[in-house]
Protein backbone atom coordinates (compact mmCIF):
# COMPACT_ATOMS: atom_id res chain seq x y z
CA UNK A 1 0.00 0.00 0.00
CA UNK A 2 0.74 3.36 -1.20
CA UNK A 3 -0.04 7.02 0.14
CA UNK A 4 2.01 8.94 -1.68
CA UNK A 5 2.11 8.11 -5.47
CA UNK A 6 3.97 5.54 -4.76
CA UNK A 7 7.56 6.99 -3.40
CA UNK A 8 7.10 4.52 -0.69
CA UNK A 9 5.43 1.33 0.17
CA UNK A 10 4.20 -1.05 3.39
CA UNK A 11 3.59 -4.22 3.05
CA UNK A 12 1.56 -6.48 5.28
CA UNK A 13 0.66 -10.16 5.02
CA UNK A 14 -3.56 -11.29 3.27
CA UNK A 15 -4.08 -14.40 5.90
CA UNK A 16 -4.68 -16.91 2.94
CA UNK A 17 -2.37 -19.62 4.06
CA UNK A 18 1.33 -20.75 3.30
CA UNK A 19 0.08 -20.96 -0.54
CA UNK A 20 -1.75 -17.88 -1.18
CA UNK A 21 -3.29 -17.04 -4.46
CA UNK A 22 -5.17 -13.51 -5.02
CA UNK A 23 -7.42 -13.77 -7.86
CA UNK A 24 -8.25 -9.59 -8.11
CA UNK A 25 -8.79 -6.49 -5.37
CA UNK A 26 -11.22 -3.77 -5.49
CA UNK A 27 -10.42 -0.58 -3.68
CA UNK A 28 -13.18 1.57 -2.32
CA UNK A 29 -11.38 4.19 -0.63
CA UNK A 30 -8.03 4.76 0.89
CA UNK A 31 -9.12 2.37 3.82
CA UNK A 32 -11.68 -0.24 2.49
CA UNK A 33 -10.76 -3.06 0.03
CA UNK A 34 -12.04 -6.67 -0.59
CA UNK A 35 -9.85 -9.50 -1.96
CA UNK A 36 -10.86 -12.66 -3.58
CA UNK A 37 -8.59 -15.74 -3.51
CA UNK A 38 -7.36 -18.91 -2.62
CA UNK A 39 -5.98 -20.27 0.40
CA UNK A 40 -3.86 -23.15 -0.41
CA UNK A 41 -5.00 -23.42 -3.83
CA UNK A 42 -8.81 -24.64 -2.84
CA UNK A 43 -10.17 -23.23 -0.24
CA UNK A 44 -11.95 -19.76 -1.90
CA UNK A 45 -11.79 -16.69 0.31
CA UNK A 46 -13.52 -13.37 0.07
CA UNK A 47 -11.59 -11.39 2.82
CA UNK A 48 -11.67 -7.14 3.40
CA UNK A 49 -9.96 -4.67 4.95
CA UNK A 50 -10.91 -1.11 6.83
CA UNK A 51 -8.23 -0.22 7.96
CA UNK A 52 -6.27 0.56 5.28
CA UNK A 53 -4.94 -3.10 4.79
CA UNK A 54 -3.63 -3.27 8.43
CA UNK A 55 -5.57 -6.21 8.83
CA UNK A 56 -8.18 -8.35 7.38
CA UNK A 57 -11.51 -10.66 8.05
CA UNK A 58 -13.05 -12.74 6.06
CA UNK A 59 -16.14 -11.71 4.70
CA UNK A 60 -18.77 -14.39 4.88
CA UNK A 61 -19.34 -15.37 0.80
CA UNK A 62 -20.91 -18.68 0.21
CA UNK A 63 -17.91 -20.67 -1.33
CA UNK A 64 -17.92 -24.21 -1.39
CA UNK A 65 -14.20 -25.02 0.44
CA UNK A 66 -13.57 -28.10 -3.06
CA UNK A 67 -14.79 -26.62 -5.57
CA UNK A 68 -15.89 -22.84 -5.67
CA UNK A 69 -13.06 -20.78 -7.90
CA UNK A 70 -13.15 -16.86 -7.41
CA UNK A 71 -12.45 -14.98 -10.60
CA UNK A 72 -13.25 -11.27 -9.96
CA UNK A 73 -14.79 -9.02 -7.38
CA UNK A 74 -15.51 -5.56 -7.37
CA UNK A 75 -17.30 -2.92 -4.83
CA UNK A 76 -18.93 -0.02 -6.09
CA UNK A 77 -19.65 1.38 -2.80
CA UNK A 78 -18.66 0.66 0.97
CA UNK A 79 -21.76 -0.96 0.95
CA UNK A 80 -22.51 -2.94 -2.01
CA UNK A 81 -20.48 -5.39 -3.85
CA UNK A 82 -20.54 -8.19 -6.18
CA UNK A 83 -18.08 -11.30 -6.53
CA UNK A 84 -17.86 -13.77 -10.04
CA UNK A 85 -16.63 -17.12 -9.26
CA UNK A 86 -16.53 -20.02 -12.11
CA UNK A 87 -19.54 -22.26 -12.46
CA UNK A 88 -21.20 -24.66 -9.63
CA UNK A 89 -24.06 -26.53 -10.10
CA UNK A 90 -24.61 -25.47 -13.91
CA UNK A 91 -24.48 -22.01 -12.80
CA UNK A 92 -21.76 -19.32 -12.26
CA UNK A 93 -21.42 -18.33 -8.82
CA UNK A 94 -22.00 -14.66 -8.24
CA UNK A 95 -22.91 -13.24 -4.47
CA UNK A 96 -24.13 -9.44 -4.16
CA UNK A 97 -23.96 -7.86 -0.87
CA UNK A 98 -25.36 -4.24 0.26
CA UNK A 99 -23.66 -4.43 3.62
CA UNK A 100 -20.57 -4.31 3.06
CA UNK A 101 -19.82 -7.73 3.10
CA UNK A 102 -21.75 -8.33 6.19
CA UNK A 103 -24.12 -10.43 4.01
CA UNK A 104 -23.81 -12.30 0.93
CA UNK A 105 -26.26 -13.65 -0.99
CA UNK A 106 -26.36 -15.40 -3.75
CA UNK A 107 -27.42 -14.94 -7.51
CA UNK A 108 -30.43 -17.32 -8.59
CA UNK A 109 -29.09 -19.37 -11.68
CA UNK A 110 -32.55 -17.64 -13.33
CA UNK A 111 -30.64 -14.56 -13.48
CA UNK A 112 -27.80 -15.85 -15.31
CA UNK A 113 -27.12 -17.12 -18.88
CA UNK A 114 -26.47 -20.52 -18.42
CA UNK A 115 -22.10 -21.68 -18.62
CA UNK A 116 -21.67 -23.77 -22.22
CA UNK A 117 -19.90 -27.09 -21.50
CA UNK A 118 -16.46 -26.55 -20.20
CA UNK A 119 -16.76 -23.05 -19.89
CA UNK A 120 -14.74 -20.56 -16.77
CA UNK A 121 -13.81 -17.56 -16.30
CA UNK A 122 -10.37 -16.01 -15.87
CA UNK A 123 -9.04 -14.24 -12.44
CA UNK A 124 -9.17 -10.39 -12.94
CA UNK A 125 -10.80 -10.63 -16.52
CA UNK A 126 -13.57 -8.08 -16.17
CA UNK A 127 -14.68 -4.18 -15.92
CA UNK A 128 -16.70 -2.61 -14.50
CA UNK A 129 -18.94 1.15 -15.37
CA UNK A 130 -21.30 3.29 -13.08
CA UNK A 131 -23.77 0.35 -12.15
CA UNK A 132 -22.70 -2.40 -15.09
CA UNK A 133 -20.49 -4.99 -14.61
CA UNK A 134 -18.72 -7.48 -17.32
CA UNK A 135 -16.63 -10.29 -17.04
CA UNK A 136 -15.43 -12.69 -19.46
CA UNK A 137 -14.85 -16.56 -20.26
CA UNK A 138 -12.89 -18.95 -21.73
CA UNK A 139 -15.83 -19.55 -24.33
CA UNK A 140 -14.92 -15.40 -25.65
CA UNK A 141 -18.23 -14.69 -24.33
CA UNK A 142 -18.82 -11.39 -22.19
CA UNK A 143 -21.25 -11.51 -19.63
CA UNK A 144 -23.27 -7.81 -18.59
CA UNK A 145 -25.00 -6.99 -15.59
CA UNK A 146 -26.03 -3.52 -15.68
CA UNK A 147 -27.89 -3.65 -12.10
CA UNK A 148 -24.60 -4.39 -10.11
CA UNK A 149 -24.51 -8.09 -10.49
CA UNK A 150 -28.36 -8.88 -9.63
CA UNK A 151 -29.10 -10.05 -13.05
CA UNK A 152 -27.03 -11.14 -16.24
CA UNK A 153 -27.16 -11.19 -20.45
CA UNK A 154 -24.71 -12.59 -22.15
CA UNK A 155 -23.25 -12.27 -25.62
CA UNK A 156 -20.34 -13.85 -28.08
CA UNK A 157 -17.19 -11.84 -28.85
CA UNK A 158 -15.49 -13.09 -31.75
CA UNK A 159 -12.72 -14.11 -29.72
CA UNK A 160 -12.33 -17.78 -28.50
CA UNK A 161 -11.45 -16.85 -25.66
CA UNK A 162 -11.40 -13.21 -23.44
CA UNK A 163 -8.39 -12.89 -21.46
CA UNK A 164 -8.39 -8.90 -20.89
CA UNK A 165 -11.46 -6.55 -21.22
CA UNK A 166 -11.69 -2.64 -20.59
CA UNK A 167 -14.55 -0.35 -21.33
CA UNK A 168 -14.51 3.28 -21.63
CA UNK A 169 -17.85 4.38 -20.83
CA UNK A 170 -21.07 2.16 -20.88
CA UNK A 171 -21.18 1.40 -24.25
CA UNK A 172 -17.19 1.21 -25.34
CA UNK A 173 -15.50 -1.63 -25.20
CA UNK A 174 -12.67 -3.42 -25.84
CA UNK A 175 -11.43 -7.53 -25.50
CA UNK A 176 -8.28 -9.32 -26.41
CA UNK A 177 -7.54 -13.21 -26.68
CA UNK A 178 -4.59 -14.98 -27.36
CA UNK A 179 -3.64 -18.16 -28.14
CA UNK A 180 0.23 -19.05 -29.16
CA UNK A 181 0.36 -17.80 -32.71
CA UNK A 182 -2.29 -14.92 -32.88
CA UNK A 183 -3.90 -12.07 -30.60
CA UNK A 184 -7.18 -10.56 -31.45
CA UNK A 185 -9.01 -7.87 -30.19
CA UNK A 186 -12.83 -7.17 -30.92
CA UNK A 187 -14.35 -3.53 -30.13
CA UNK A 188 -18.09 -2.79 -29.07
CA UNK A 189 -20.26 0.06 -29.10
CA UNK A 190 -23.41 -0.90 -27.34
CA UNK A 191 -22.25 -1.95 -23.89
CA UNK A 192 -21.41 -5.80 -25.23
CA UNK A 193 -24.59 -6.79 -27.15
CA UNK A 194 -22.45 -6.89 -30.05
CA UNK A 195 -19.00 -7.36 -30.98
CA UNK A 196 -16.61 -6.46 -33.81
CA UNK A 197 -13.01 -7.63 -34.82
CA UNK A 198 -10.92 -5.00 -35.17
CA UNK A 199 -6.97 -6.78 -34.75
CA UNK A 200 -5.10 -3.74 -35.41
CA UNK A 201 -1.35 -6.00 -34.45
CA UNK A 202 0.23 -8.21 -36.87
CA UNK A 203 2.90 -11.19 -36.04
CA UNK A 204 2.91 -13.39 -33.63
CA UNK A 205 1.78 -11.30 -29.93
CA UNK A 206 0.07 -12.36 -26.81
CA UNK A 207 -1.98 -9.60 -25.32
CA UNK A 208 -1.78 -9.57 -21.49
CA UNK A 209 -3.74 -6.31 -21.29
CA UNK A 210 -5.90 -3.40 -22.63
CA UNK A 211 -6.53 -0.40 -20.44
CA UNK A 212 -8.65 2.80 -21.52
CA UNK A 213 -6.88 5.69 -19.82
CA UNK A 214 -9.70 7.72 -18.11
CA UNK A 215 -10.13 11.03 -19.64
CA UNK A 216 -8.27 10.28 -22.62
CA UNK A 217 -7.74 9.05 -26.52
CA UNK A 218 -5.13 6.80 -25.15
CA UNK A 219 -5.64 3.28 -25.04
CA UNK A 220 -2.76 0.95 -23.78
CA UNK A 221 -1.82 -2.51 -24.50
CA UNK A 222 0.32 -4.98 -22.92
CA UNK A 223 2.03 -7.46 -25.10
CA UNK A 224 4.72 -9.76 -25.62
Avoid at 4 to 13: E, K, L, P
Avoid at 29 to 56: C, P, R
Avoid at 165 to 192: C, E, K, Q, R
Wanted: charged share 15%; glycine share 12%.
Amino acid sequence: RTVDGGANWSVTQVPLGDLPFIANMSVVDENTAFISGLDQFGNAKTLKTSNGSQTWEVSPVGWDPVVSWPDYIHAFSPAKACVIGDPRDGEFEIYTTSSGGIEWFKVGGANIPNPLPGEFGFNNVGDVWGNTIWFGTSSGRIFRSQNSGLTWLVAQTPLPVVNSISFSDPDNGLVGAFDLHTSIIAHTADGGTNWTNITPLDGQFRILGIEYIPNSPVILIGIT
